[in-house]
């Protein structure tokens, strides 16, 4: 056994060194390394956009070490740059064959426009533009380009744009399911999966307002872009598909060619010796710039990404990045940041979020509170979407700018549980519980549905949430609290529409916030920008995973020092058998904004 324990214990200091060695002598290598990547007096640019991006950097201190920009904001901040830089001669543009997300083609059209503005011209290129939900902003992006390809014998399917949803009420029906759930209000459709086998006309007319918002800006910027009417351009594109031929011939691309032949093309404008270099290329070396540096006057920026939680940890589940997360102690923790620095004049508060918790949205919320108390105005930036709790923790920001597309709103609430007793027993598996306490003590047991009683005071506790969110978007846009009601209801808008009903106070990109931010807090000329972040650092996830392994040692030392008690082997099979009879059904916790 103590043999057993020593052997764990160096597997467990092994991987330790591993995994904490390795990324420090990678950080070290590329710190050393890393050298600005030379750029021609006539240097163009390739920016692929078939890997997809996020809306922001992705998450991790490591996450850098890629080298890859991968982001909406990332992209936006080097074309800025570069159209500044009069090394740089031009843009060539790899398009998907599938869908970006709307608020995404918004931002970057936005960037691609000032880019052109430089009097640099941009050759965006398609192997294809192939059915898919959102291929309309794919191509709403190319047309801002002013020059867009397409590889021979490729297709063009640009028709419309759709969506799909299951319904999963009758298989929950056959197998003795019961989806347990409370919605505030109709449009809160999330659930409906669960507890409709088609859509309701709440569901349905929602589903078609913000799709039907999204098509018309698509429409409008494709129109202004190609210099052609929109109605003209909509009835020409709706009866596609065509081949790559065809769409030429109607005026939709402007050039049929292979990747090379694009390229010469670009390169041609650009000038003689003109070279490609990838943006990513181009971006490394730039890092930290100007832009973020120096002392004097700045504007704060706080950026999020993914589902809202409670507590700290980053952004992502590891040091080296992630799926998105956004948590209220780290959020506040910035903001806090944010309001010490005296040089800080006014925050950007750049949102992309689908929503989360309730209690980690009103945590954001103060904190967003607390910098305007300070007298640093707060403006929001929305990203592909700041909707339910998104919304909740922009609410009552100093302003609010989104994309035309960006989805936003549904304020409301959902939640409840999925019972499964009945569902298990057809298989001969029976599930059982106990409590002690009160009636509500296992409304979340996943045991059966809630009791009449359980589900009251569920019910109460949703119209408090509900009631509170409504109260705080009417004080934060100040609107009276029965016109956010009639808007409310759980509906998602897109950002156009929340211009109209004044849940938004115009439509724009980042770079819009920025220049809002800077009117507010009483900023001129060119903006610096300061980032204020709470992800784990690499000095602090490098002192966690040792910190973590020498613990674990710790532990395995002492076990190996017990091993030899027969008292404490006693003592560890009882735990072990303790443990043992203790495994069971995991609970379901109500899921409350999303």
Same mark, same amino acid.
């Given at each position: 056994?103590?043999?057993?324990?020593?052997?764990?214990?160096?597997?467990?200091?092994?991987?330790?060194?591993?995994?904490?060695?390795?990324?420090?002598?990678?950080?070290?290598?590329?710190?050393?390394?890393?050298?600005?990547?030379?750029?021609?007096?006539?240097?163009?640019?390739?920016?692929?956009?078939?890997?997809?991006?996020?809306?922001?950097?992705?998450?991790?201190?490591?996450?850098?070490?890629?080298?890859?920009?991968?982001?909406?904001?990332?992209?936006?901040?080097?074309?800025?740059?570069?159209?500044?830089?009069?090394?740089?001669?031009?843009?060539?543009?790899?398009?998907?064959?599938?869908?970006?997300?709307?608020?995404?083609?918004?931002?970057?059209?936005?960037?691609?426009?000032?880019?052109?503005?430089?009097?640099?011209?941009?050759?965006?290129?398609?192997?294809?533009?192939?059915?898919?939900?959102?291929?309309?902003?794919?191509?709403?992006?190319?047309?801002?380009?002013?020059?867009?390809?397409?590889?021979?014998?490729?297709?063009?399917?640009?028709?419309?744009?759709?969506?799909?949803?299951?319904?999963?009420?009758?298989?929950?029906?056959?197998?003795?399911?019961?989806?347990?759930?409370?919605?505030r209000y109709e449009y809160k459709t999330a659930v409906n999966p669960f507890l409709q086998d088609d859509y309701t006309p709440a569901?349905?007319?929602?589903?078609?307002?913000?799709?039907?918002?999204?098509?018309?800006?698509?429409?409008?910027?494709?129109?202004?872009?190609?210099?052609?009417?929109?109605?003209?351009?909509?009835?020409?594109?709706?009866?596609?598909?065509?081949?790559?031929?065809?769409?030429?011939?109607r005026g939709l691309i402007d050039h049929i060619g292979q990747v090379k032949e694009a390229e010469a093309a670009i390169l041609a404008?650009?000038?003689?010796?003109?070279?490609?270099?990838?943006?990513?290329?181009?971006?490394?070396?730039?890092?930290?710039?100007?832009?973020?540096?120096?002392?004097?006057?700045?504007?704060?920026?706080?950026?999020?990404?993914?589902?809202?939680?409670?507590?700290?940890?980053?952004?992502?589940?590891?040091?080296?990045?992630?799926?998105?997360?956004?948590?209220?102690?780290?959020?506040?923790?910035?903001?806090?940041?944010?309001?010490?620095?005296?040089?800080?004049?006014?925050?950007?508060?750049?949102?992309?979020?689908?929503?989360?918790?309730?209690?980690?949205?009103?945590?954001?919320?103060?904190?967003?509170?607390?910098?305007?108390?300070?007298?640093?105005?707060?403006?929001?930036?929305?990203?592909?979407?700041?909707?339910?709790?998104?919304?909740?923790?922009?609410?009552?920001?100093?302003?609010?700018?989104?994309?035309?597309?960006?989805?936003?709103?549904?304020?409301?609430?959902?939640?409840?549980?999925?019972?499964?007793?009945?569902?298990?027993?057809?298989?001969?598996?029976?599930?059982?519980?106990?409590?002690?306490?009160?009636?509500?003590?296992?409304?979340?047991?996943?045991?059966?549905?809630?009791?009449?009683?359980?589900?009251?005071?569920?019910?109460?506790?949703?119209?408090?949430?509900?009631?509170?969110?409504?109260?705080?978007?009417?004080?934060?846009?100040?609107?009276?609290?029965?016109?956010?009601?009639?808007?409310?209801?759980?509906?998602?808008?897109?950002?156009?529409?929340?211009?109209?009903?004044?849940?938004?106070?115009?439509?724009?990109?980042?770079?819009?916030?920025?220049?809002?931010?800077?009117?507010?807090?009483?900023?001129?000329?060119?903006?610096?920008?300061?980032?204020?972040?709470?992800?784990?650092?690499?000095?602090?996830?490098? *002192?966690? %995973?040792? $910190?973590?392994? @020498?613990?674990?040692?710790?532990?395995? /030392? #002492?076990?190996?020092? =017990? +091993?030899?008690?027969?008292?404490? *082997?006693? %003592?560890? $099979?009882?735990? @072990?058998?303790?443990?043992?009879?203790? /495994? #069971?059904?995991?609970? =379901? +916790?109500?899921?409350?904004?999303?």
């Amino acid at each position: 056994m103590k043999q057993f324990l020593v052997t764990i214990a160096g597997v467990f200091i092994g991987l330790a060194l591993f995994f904490v060695g390795v990324p420090v002598l990678l950080f070290a290598w590329v710190s050393a390394s890393s050298r600005p990547v030379p750029v021609s007096d006539h240097s163009v640019l390739v920016l692929d956009l078939r890997g997809g991006l996020t809306d922001q950097p992705p998450p991790g201190p490591f996450a850098a070490l890629s080298g890859h920009i991968g982001s909406v904001i990332g992209v936006e901040q080097v074309l800025r740059e570069a159209g500044r830089d009069d090394h740089v001669k031009g843009l060539l543009v790899r398009l998907p064959e599938g869908g970006i997300a709307p608020a995404a083609a918004d931002e970057l059209r936005l960037a691609f426009k000032a880019f052109r503005a430089a009097g640099k011209p941009i050759l965006a290129h398609s192997q294809g533009f192939y059915a898919d939900a959102t291929v309309v902003s794919t191509y709403e992006l190319a047309a801002a380009s002013g020059d867009v390809w397409m590889q021979p014998a490729a297709s063009f399917q640009v028709t419309g744009l759709a969506r799909d949803d299951i319904f999963f009420k009758r298989f929950f029906d056959l197998h003795g399911v019961k989806a347990d759930f409370q919605q505030r209000y109709e449009y809160k459709t999330a659930v409906n999966p669960f507890l409709q086998d088609d859509y309701t006309p709440a569901h349905r007319e929602s589903e078609l307002s913000w799709m039907g918002s999204v098509y018309g800006v698509v429409f409008a910027d494709v129109a202004a872009d190609r210099a052609r009417p929109t109605a003209a351009v909509r009835a020409l594109l709706e009866a596609g598909p065509y081949s790559a031929e065809t769409a030429r011939a109607r005026g939709l691309i402007d050039h049929i060619g292979q990747v090379k032949e694009a390229e010469a093309a670009i390169l041609a404008k650009a000038g003689p010796g003109a070279k490609l270099v990838d943006l990513d290329d181009y971006a490394e070396g730039r890092r930290g710039g100007a832009a973020v540096s120096g002392s004097g006057p700045a504007i704060g920026v706080i950026s999020v990404e993914g589902d809202i939680m409670t507590g700290k940890g980053g952004g992502a589940p590891g040091p080296f990045g992630g799926a998105s997360t956004i948590r209220s102690d780290d959020v506040a923790k910035a903001f806090q940041s944010a309001i010490d620095d005296s040089d800080v004049k006014a925050i950007v508060f750049r949102i992309s979020s689908p929503g989360g918790s309730d209690t980690a949205s009103e945590q954001i919320l103060a904190a967003v509170r607390a910098a305007r108390a300070a007298g640093k105005p707060v403006v929001v930036s929305m990203g592909t979407y700041a909707a339910s709790g998104g919304y909740w923790i922009s609410s009552q920001a100093s302003e609010i700018v989104a994309e035309p597309t960006t989805l936003t709103g549904s304020i409301g609430v959902f939640g409840g549980k999925f019972a499964l007793g009945e569902a298990l027993g057809k298989f001969g598996v029976d599930m059982r519980g106990v409590k002690v306490g009160g009636d509500y003590a296992d409304a979340s047991s996943p045991v059966s549905p809630m009791s009449a009683s359980q589900r009251a005071a569920f019910s109460a506790w949703m119209d408090g949430i509900y009631q509170g969110f409504v109260r705080r978007v009417a004080e934060g846009r100040k609107l009276p609290e029965a016109r956010v009601r009639e808007i409310a209801k759980g509906r998602v808008w897109t950002g156009a529409q929340g211009r109209a009903l004044g849940l938004v106070d115009r439509t724009g990109g980042f770079y819009d916030a920025v220049e809002d931010a800077k009117r507010l807090g009483g900023v001129t000329g060119l903006a610096r920008l300061r980032p204020f972040s709470a992800e784990v650092s690499p000095l602090d996830a490098l *002192r966690r %995973l040792f $910190g973590g392994a @020498s613990a674990g040692a710790r532990i395995v /030392s #002492g076990l190996s020092s =017990l +091993a030899d008690d027969p008292s404490a *082997r006693a %003592l560890a $099979g009882q735990l @072990s058998d303790a443990r043992l009879r203790a /495994s #069971g059904a995991t609970v =379901l +916790a109500p899921h409350l904004v999303d």
